[in-house]
T-cell receptor, first 114, second 118 residues
């Protein structure tokens, strides 16, 4: 799937627990992002990064934290999980921020918060 | 307001029928990009096509074709002679130019669930 790897694929959390979704790409892509997919909502952008050391908020950032210490990795942290964060999470990467660069997605991480 | 509208929530067809998935977008940018992604039952997102706003030529790839019309802000996707393996959720997405750098942000429609029956 174009070299974007997400782990874990499935996770169940209790409310209030913290966890990190891992994302790694081996294509030397500058741009990485996290989306969440909810039924009937399409995908919505959580956070994105245009390069190592640079991150910014997307459309639905609350409750999530990110960092980009290397080009390859872009972990997404849930600091205190809530049932509203039950969703499917997709990590994506692209060659750069220039318009039109194709965005490749990881295989998704299914998260359930009980 | 929704930047990308996929009015068809679900479509069911019988194998070998042709089916068209509608996508209407909204943007003020003169330069933008449109995408279609397929999400099969296994859940991954599969890139199908990217078109830029300056290229209104229709595109055909095997049984797939795309009709891009700026006059109606539409980017419709047709599957000819549908097959059971085409069953999936299909997403249309928009990337705006924003001065030459979209930051790779995609605005997604809510998706159309296509079911092809044998």
């Amino acid at each position: 799937n174009a070299g974007v790897t997400q782990t874990p694929k499935f996770q169940v959390l209790k409310t209030g627990q913290s966890m990190t979704l891992q994302c790694a790409q081996d294509m030397n892509h500058e741009y990485m992002s996290w989306y969440r997919q909810d039924p009937g909502m399409g995908l919505r952008l959580i956070h994105y990064s245009v390069g190592a050391g640079i991150t910014d908020q997307g459309e639905v950032p609350n409750g999530y934290n990110v960092s980009r210490s290397t080009t390859e990795d872009f972990p997404l942290r849930l600091l205190s999980a809530a049932p509203s964060q039950t969703s499917v999470y997709f990590c994506a990467s692209s060659l750069g921020t220039a318009s039109g660069n194709t965005i490749y997605f990881g295989e998704g991480s299914w998260l359930t918060v009980v | 307001a929704q930047k990308v509208t996929q009015a068809q929530t679900e479509i069911s067809v019988v194998e070998k029928e042709d089916v068209t998935l509608d996508c209407v977008y909204e943007t003020r940018d003169t330069t933008y990009y449109l995408f279609w992604y397929k999400q099969p039952p296994s859940g991954e997102l599969v890139f199908l096509i990217r078109r830029n706003s300056f290229d209104e030529q229709n595109e055909i790839s095997g049984r797939y074709s795309w009709n891009f019309q700026k006059s109606t802000s539409s980017f419709n996707f047709t599957i000819t002679a549908s097959q059971v393996v085409d069953s999936a959720v299909y997403f249309c997405a928009l990337s705006e130019d924003a001065g030459g750098s979209t930051l790779g942000r995609l605005y997604f429609g809510r998706g159309t669930q296509l079911t092809v029956w044998p």
